[in-house]
């Protein structure tokens, strides 16, 4: 123990800052959300689901607010069910149960065996144990190995452990998926076996316009404020990559939009405050900005190149 509290001084920055920012509660957290249109439809599917307590799978293509939407379901359980909380995990290929469920400490079990005091548990395990939600985000990334791990808690609301014993979980406990559509590339199928214990999808698809502007105004900082007119503009530059579908596999997402407005924002900030020399256009300005953006934001087809893509959605959007 005194070579723990003996460390450098920079450790005890680290604990303090990792003290200070530590989420503790699912409540703590304040979520910016717009719930008009498919996202309210979205929630109120999710709180049917959690009432009957089946359990729900929310599927779009990446940004369209399925993790945002799962954090604020969350937090509302959490503020409902005083103490529940909130783990999630984000899943690839490399996933495996261990991480759902704990593990061993290797040097503790070497030492004592394979007793609990030497389990360090995972975000699976805790929120059975604790009442609380869980998240497999990205879900279909994961094997079908790793997928199996979730059978027997969504199945008979139970785990085993290695060498531990089975544990029965808590009666809040509830789960969440989200996944994107499984024909991107990156994935894999979601198993059979899975798919019949998960019983309430939920589509979500890039919103309508009005809450795509109601989203881009939510995220901009206060100082940064740009004009209808350009976030019109805006829209009709996001919306021009969802259009084209022969050249575009992945088009740009919410978060492409609220980069966009939050460079422009940033102009006219700078503008304002007179340290601008040469004002520029909107058009010129978005032109601009829109290809730093979309540069990474969109994934063009094989064999497509993303400049000559950029080249006519600015021609369409904005003119020459
Ligand atoms: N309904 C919404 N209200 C507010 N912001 C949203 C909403 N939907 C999406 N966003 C914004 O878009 C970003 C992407 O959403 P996210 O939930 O991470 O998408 P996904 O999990 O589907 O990839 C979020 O960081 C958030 O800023
Ligand atoms: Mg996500």
Same mark, same amino acid.
């Given at each position: 123990?005194?070579?723990?509290?003996?460390?450098?001084?920079?450790?005890?920055?680290?604990?303090?800052?990792?003290?200070?920012?530590?989420?503790?509660?699912?409540? &703590? *957290?304040?979520?910016? =959300?717009?719930?008009?249109?498919?996202?309210?439809?979205?929630? &109120?599917?999710?709180?049917? @689901?959690?009432?009957?307590?089946?359990?729900?799978?929310?599927?779009?293509?990446?940004?369209?607010?399925?993790?945002?939407?799962?954090?604020?379901?969350?937090?509302?359980? !959490?503020? $409902?069910?005083?103490? !529940?909380?909130?783990y /999630?995990?984000?899943?690839?290929?490399?996933?495996?149960? +261990?991480?759902?469920m704990?593990?061993?400490?290797?040097?503790?079990?070497?030492?004592?065996?394979?007793?609990?005091? !030497?389990? %360090?548990?995972?975000?699976?395990l805790? +929120?059975?144990?604790?009442?609380? #939600?869980?998240?497999?985000? *990205?879900?279909?990334?994961a094997t079908?190995?790793?997928?199996? #791990?979730?059978?027997?808690?969504?199945?008979? @609301?139970?785990?085993?452990?290695?060498?531990?014993?089975?544990?029965?979980?808590?009666?809040?406990?509830?789960?969440?998926?989200?996944?994107?559509? &499984? &024909?991107?590339?990156?994935?894999?199928?979601?198993?059979? +076996?899975l798919?019949?214990?998960?019983?309430? /999808?939920?589509?979500l698809?890039?919103?309508?316009?009005?809450t $795509?502007?109601?989203? =881009?105004?939510?995220?901009?900082?206060?100082?940064?404020?740009? *004009?209808?007119?350009?976030? $019109?503009?805006?829209?009709?530059?996001?919306?021009? #990559?969802?259009?084209?579908?022969?050249? =575009?596999e992945?088009?740009?997402s919410?978060?492409a939009?609220?980069?966009? +407005?939050?460079?422009?924002?940033?102009?006219?900030?700078?503008? *304002?405050?007179?340290?601008?020399?040469?004002?520029?256009?909107?058009?010129?300005?978005?032109?601009?900005? %829109?290809?730093?953006?979309?540069?990474?934001?969109?994934?063009?087809?094989?064999?497509?190149?993303?400049?000559?893509?950029?080249?006519?959605?600015?021609?369409?959007?904005?003119?020459?």
């Amino acid at each position: 123990m005194e070579n723990i509290t003996s460390k450098s001084s920079s450790d005890q920055k680290f604990r303090d800052l990792f003290n200070k920012q530590l989420i503790k509660d699912a409540t &703590e *957290e304040e979520i910016k =959300i717009v719930l008009s249109g498919q996202y309210g439809k979205a929630l &109120e599917l999710l709180r049917d @689901a959690e009432a009957t307590g089946l359990f729900p799978a929310l599927v779009g293509p990446p940004g369209v607010g399925k993790t945002i939407l799962c954090r604020y379901f969350a937090s509302l359980r !959490a503020k $409902e069910n005083k103490d !529940a909380s909130f783990y /999630w995990l984000t899943m690839d290929e490399s996933i495996r149960p +261990a991480n759902f469920m704990g593990s061993f400490d290797p040097a503790l079990t070497l030492k004592y065996g394979f007793i609990l005091e !030497a389990f %360090s548990p995972g975000p699976l395990l805790r +929120a059975m144990l604790e009442g609380g #939600t869980f998240l497999a985000n *990205e879900i279909n990334r994961a094997t079908e190995y790793s997928q199996n #791990t979730l059978l027997e808690p969504l199945e008979e @609301a139970s785990i085993g452990i290695p060498h531990i014993g089975r544990i029965k979980a808590a009666q809040d406990f509830f789960f969440i998926c989200a996944m994107n559509p &499984e &024909e991107l590339s990156g994935t894999h199928r979601l198993s059979e +076996a899975l798919k019949d214990r998960i019983k309430v /999808w939920i589509k979500l698809t890039y919103p309508e316009k009005s809450t $795509e502007l109601d989203i =881009i105004r939510i995220n901009l900082p206060e100082h940064f404020m740009i *004009e209808e007119s350009e976030l $019109e503009l805006i829209y009709s530059i996001i919306n021009e #990559t969802r259009k084209n579908k022969i050249d =575009i596999e992945v088009p740009a997402s919410i978060r492409a939009g609220i980069a966009i +407005a939050k460079l422009l924002g940033r102009k006219r900030f700078l503008e *304002e405050k007179g340290e601008i020399k040469e004002k520029k256009s909107v058009y010129e300005y978005l032109s601009d900005i %829109s290809r730093h953006v979309l540069l990474g934001s969109i994934k063009p087809k094989p064999g497509i190149k993303v400049e000559h893509i950029l080249d006519n959605i600015i021609n369409k959007t904005l003119g020459g």
